[in-house]
């Protein structure tokens, strides 16, 4: 597909696609995007395919997609605490939090991942310990 300016470029279609989820989040319906990076290994791995709802009540434990600034995508880290309004979240592989984020950011909670031919509804409490774990080892 392209323009008539030309074709678009990856981060125009990355701008596009995160614009649509946006959309149909706030509609109410589930998107579909695919794992990118290690943050949240061995939970997630790049390639699976995550199905993203609109994420309701926000509880430790919850794998959520906050969104970025501006047209930048964010990220899909485990909330790891809350307070009113506000959210702490981490990637499981990461040795610190990304810091306090307000609610508004939080799009979505991720409600299922299929990886290959298996797909696995995510669990809350024992991925939310072995993150912290994984955050105290390594300092």
């Not at 390639?47 to 609109?54: E, K, W």
Request: aromatic letters at 6%; charged letters at 20%.
């Amino acid at each position: 597909m392209s323009s008539p300016a030309g074709p678009l470029d990856a981060g125009t279609l990355d701008a596009v696609a995160t614009d649509l989820a946006r959309a149909q989040l706030a509609r109410g319906l589930s998107v579909q995007v695919v794992a990118r990076g290690g943050s949240m290994w061995p939970f997630l791995l790049p390639g699976d395919v995550l199905t993203l709802a609109p994420p309701g009540r926000l509880t430790p434990g919850l794998v959520v997609w906050v969104d970025g600034p501006g047209t930048a995508f964010g990220v899909i880290h485990r909330v790891v605490a809350c307070l009113p309004g506000r959210v702490l979240t981490k990637g499981d592989a990461l040795p610190r939090s990304d810091g306090w984020v307000s609610r508004e950011r939080v799009r979505a909670r991720v409600a299922a991942v299929r990886r290959g031919e298996a797909r696995f509804v995510p669990l809350r409490a024992l991925p939310l310990v072995l993150s912290w774990l994984r955050g105290a080892l390594a300092r």
